[in-house]
T-cell receptor, first 113, second 115 residues
Framework: QKEVEQNSGPLSVPEGAIASLNCTYS??????FFWYRQYSGKSPELIMS????GDKEDGRFTAQLNKASQYVSLLIRDSQPSDSATYLC?????????????FGTGTRLLVSP | DTGVSQNPRHKITKRGQNVTFRCDPI?????LYWYRQTLGQGPEFLTY????????KSRLLSDRFSAERPKGSFSTLEIQRTEQGDSAMYLC?????????????FGQGTRLTVV
């Protein structure tokens, strides 16, 4: 089992819709969770961090964390074509002594005009 | 610009040659990480520094790879005797580590092509 799992996609949504990106992790002791956006050929850009169960909202982005289910998600409201990118989930877990991030393979999001 | 800076942005080298990359982290950050990313994969951890001390190296990192952060500021990653399998994007990230929060910010990356 991979430490951090994401569906590779692509996830296709029309402009204006809500995009829902999901991530599961295996290390039950994980404490902090991050979403990065990566445009093709570019480096990852941090867009959200979440540490407690529940929802965290920042503009059009909402991160949701459920530690009991070992599940973290990212919702993008009013999706725009400029949101088309790969979204990477990263976890800081007990297995690594909370010392570094472990990444999933990313979900490719395509937002069509 | 106060973000993480990496140089060069692109490097093409012949197999067997040595290459060195540089990373300048965000100035107040005490942690510096090196990751490697290949097409279709997430970033893969290579090594990290706390100030000038290298605290961990990935088991995947062969002896051909070495990293330094001599004064706790910039870092270099050297690959000796490059192989075609070394072709990847090499990413540097930095963070202000407070004990458990690892909110890390990446540089633009160095894309290495070994021919």
């Amino acid at each position: 089992q991979k430490e951090v799992e994401q569906n590779s996609g692509p996830l296709s949504v029309p402009e204006g819709a809500i995009a829902s990106l999901n991530c599961t992790y295996s290390d039950r002791g994980s404490q902090s969770f991050f979403w990065y956006r990566q445009y093709s050929g570019k480096s990852p850009e941090l867009i959200m961090s979440i540490y407690s169960n529940g929802d965290k909202e920042d503009g059009r982005f909402t991160a949701q964390l459920n530690k009991a289910s070992q599940y973290v998600s990212l919702l993008i409201r009013d999706s725009q074509p400029s949101d088309s990118a790969t979204y990477l989930c990263a976890v800081n877990g007990m297995n690594t002594g909370f010392q570094k991030l472990v990444f999933g393979t990313g979900t490719r999001l395509l937002v069509s005009p | 610009d106060t973000g993480v800076s990496q140089n060069p942005r692109h490097k093409i080298t012949k197999r067997g040659q040595n290459v060195t990359f540089r990373c300048d982290p965000i100035s107040e950050h005490n942690r510096l990480y090196w990751y490697r990313q290949t097409l279709g994969q997430g970033p893969e951890f290579l090594t990290y520094f706390q100030n000038e001390a290298q605290l961990e190296k990935s088991r995947l990192l062969s002896d051909r790879f070495s990293a330094e952060r001599p004064k706790g500021s910039f870092s270099t990653l050297e690959i000796q005797r490059t192989e075609q399998g070394d072709s990847a994007m090499y990413l540097c990230a930095s963070s202000h580590w407070t004990g458990w929060n690892t909110e890390a910010f990446f540089g633009q990356g160095t894309r290495l092509t070994v021919v």
